[in-house]
Structures are given as C-alpha cells and as structure tokens.
C-alpha cells in the first residue's frame, strides 16, 4: 500500500494562490501516475491533474487548465499542485491519490488515497 500525506491547504481569497503538498514515503517507480482530485460538499470527487511518474506526462480537468500546475520532486518523494487565480469553485476537500496505471482523462484506477487536505477560497 501506498501512503500519501497532502499539506498545504488553507483559506484564501478569490485571485489568490495555495500550493499544495503530497509526500510519500513509499513513492516508487513501479507506480505510475500520481493524481489530486477534489470533493466539494454535495458534489462528487473529480479529478483536478495528474502527472505520470516516468515521463512526467500531465492531465487537467478543464476547469483548472492554465490556472493549476502540477509538478512531482522524486527526491523529495513529492508531488505538489500550484492552484493561482483560485476561484470560488475550488472550493474542496483535496486528495491526492496514486496508480499502477497511466494517467488518462478517465480519472480510474487509482488504490491508495490521502487523508486530503481542505481549500476554502472566499469570495
């Protein structure tokens, strides 16, 4: 199993920035794709990006193109998410989450989550 740990969360107002963390001490190779998703109150979990482990290949939801960034330091055994022009909507419960398989669009796959971490943007 793999454990995750997200950070990094917090409440911020509309055009501002968070940078989220997630660190695992038991990041490997064999995995493929670590991903964050997000769960608003009432709504269902979405996926928000991924990047592929070996090749750093990255996914978005349409809603976060240009305005999120995700970004992975192996060393560290970290992968993060810069959110900027942060908007009402972002509004949620961030988890990130991780594959054997490629990151898709499809958002599937993945086994082993985090305890997420809340982002509240205030308008």
């Known amino acids: 199993q793999v454990q995750l740990v997200e950070s990094g969360g917090g409440s911020v107002q509309a055009g501002g920035s968070l940078r989220l963390s997630c660190t695992s001490s038991t990041l490997t190779y064999s995995l493929n794709c670590l991903s964050w998703f997000r769960q608003a109150p009432g709504k269902e979990r979405e996926g928000v990006a991924g990047i592929n482990i070996f090749d750093e290949i990255t996914e978005y939801a349409d809603s976060v193109k240009d305005r999120f960034t995700i970004s992975l330091d192996i060393a560290k055994r970290t992968m993060y998410l810069e959110m900027n022009i942060l908007k009402p909507e972002d509004t949620a419960m961030y988890y990130c989450?991780?594959?054997?398989?490629?990151?898709?669009?499809?958002?599937?796959?993945?086994?082993?989550w985090g305890q997420g971490t809340q982002v509240t943007v205030s308008s």
């Open positions: 989450a991780a594959s054997f398989s490629v990151c898709t669009s499809a958002w599937t796959g993945f086994r082993d």
